[in-house]
Structure formats: C-alpha cells, structure tokens
C-alpha cells in the first residue's frame, strides 16, 4: 500500500511559480497513475493534473490549462505539479492521489478514481 506526501507549499506572490512533490512510499509509482487535486475553504475539492501509467498521457483542469504541468520522475518515485503565474485564486490545500493501475492509458480525473492520497500541502497566494 501506497503513503504519498506532499511538499513544496507555502506563501507566493501573484505572478510566481511554485513546484510540488508528491514522494511516494511502499510502491513503486510506475504501477500507478497520479493526479493532483485541490481544495479551497468552502469549495469541493476539484482536479488539476493527472499523468496516466502506461502511456504518460496527461490531463489539465480547465481552469488550468496553460498553467501547470504534472510530471513524474519513477527513479525517485516522486511526481510534481508545477503551476506558473500564481494568482489569489490558486489560494488552497493541493493533494496528491494515487491509482493502482499498470494499464491506463489516460488520466483519471475524478477523486473517486483514486484510492490513495496525501494530507496535502497549502498554497497561498497574495501580495
């Protein structure tokens, strides 16, 4: 079974760039897609970058598009999710998720799709 933790959060300013991880232990995360999510106070949690397993396939919130770029370094088995040009509304907890499969060939994008997660990491931005 799967422990993802997540790093890299913190406090930005609008227009900065920001890279989490998410470094997994107890599998190897080859086995595995991976996703990004995140949740601002009083809102559903909602999706922002997923990386399939077998053909690294990606996905993209729309909301994101242009903006974040998930990544995966199996070596390391650790995954990233960089987001660019940070604004107030990126404001929110982001959690990694895990799905054991050795065969996807696209980005899951649903939470329910995904059976392991991080305690999340906040980002906040404002000037």
């Known amino acids: 079974q799967v422990q993802l933790v997540e790093e890299g959060g913190g406090h930005v300013q609008p227009g900065m760039s920001l890279r989490l991880s998410c470094t997994a232990s107890?599998?190897?995360?080859?086995?595995?897609?991976l996703g990004w999510f995140r949740q601002a106070p009083g809102k559903e949690r909602e999706f922002v970058a997923g990386?399939?397993?077998?053909?690294?396939?990606?996905r993209y919130g729309n909301f994101l598009q242009g903006r974040v770029t998930i990544s995966r370094d199996n070596a390391k088995n650790t995954f990233y999710l960089q987001i660019g040009s940070l604004r107030i509304e990126d404001t929110a907890t982001y959690y990694c998720?895990?799905?054991?499969?050795?065969?996807?060939?696209?980005?899951?994008?649903?939470?329910?799709?995904?059976?392991?997660w991080g305690l999340g990491t906040q980002v906040s931005v404002s000037s």
């Open positions: 998720a895990a799905r054991a499969t050795k065969t996807a060939f696209y980005a899951f994008t649903a939470a329910e799709d995904y059976g392991y």
């Open positions: 990386i399939a397993t077998r053909t690294e396939r990606t």
């Open positions: 107890g599998g190897p995360l080859k086995d595995y897609s």
